[in-house]
């Protein structure tokens, strides 16, 4: 049997409310990020943060669409980076709407237009610890779901 598998299985319900908060504290935090400089956008950009500063990460978010789902490439990319965010305490969600993600960020502004979606960093803008309650929602959605053992649980964001 297979984690997904037992995942599938749990009697625990994920509760409507919970899901939605968890979705609308996503889409502030990275209209929040975005305002103050500290979202990188792309599997590789987010792969060189990673490496270079992974004590600055706070959050990860990792978006694929359906089509998304067959491409092997990018799979084994989502695996090497949620092993390294939980190897490194860095909270991860996965959002399997990525057109919606880029409607938030504002990939339809061609001048900030960032390119790959499919991971999304929040780094600290500073050394000072970065308070903001969209995050600290967000941890504590992280911490409970770690807690019935779902280690990168999905969020749907709101419309």
């Given at each position: 049997m297979t984690l997904e598998e037992i995942r599938g299985q749990d009697?625990?319900?994920?509760?409507?409310?919970?899901?939605?908060?968890?979705?609308?504290?996503?889409?502030e935090l990275l209209l929040s990020a975005q305002r103050q400089g500290c979202l990188t956008a792309g599997v590789y950009e987010s792969a060189k943060v990673l490496n270079v500063d992974p004590d600055n990460v706070t959050f990860c978010?990792?978006?694929?669409?359906?089509?998304?789902?067959?491409?092997?490439?990018?799979?084994?990319?989502?695996?090497?980076?949620?092993?390294?965010?939980c190897e490194n305490d860095i909270d991860i969600v996965r959002v399997g709407d990525v057109q919606r993600?880029?409607?938030?960020?504002?990939?339809?502004d061609?001048?900030?237009?960032?390119?790959?979606l499919h991971c999304i960093l929040i780094s600290n803008p500073n050394e000072d610890a970065w308070k903001d309650p969209a995050?600290?929602?967000?941890?504590?959605?992280?911490?409970?779901?770690?807690?019935?053992?779902?280690?990168?649980?999905?969020?749907?964001?709101?419309?």
């Open positions: 009697t625990v319900p994920e509760s409507t409310a919970r899901m939605q908060g968890a979705g609308k504290a996503l889409h978010v990792l978006a694929a669409d359906a089509e998304d789902e067959g491409d092997i490439a990018l799979q084994i990319h989502f695996t090497l980076i949620q092993a390294f965010c993600l880029a409607a938030i960020v504002g990939a339809g061609e001048a900030a237009a960032p390119g790959d995050l600290e929602k967000l941890s504590v959605f992280c911490e409970e779901s770690r807690s019935v053992n779902d280690w990168v649980p999905s969020i749907t964001l709101p419309e």
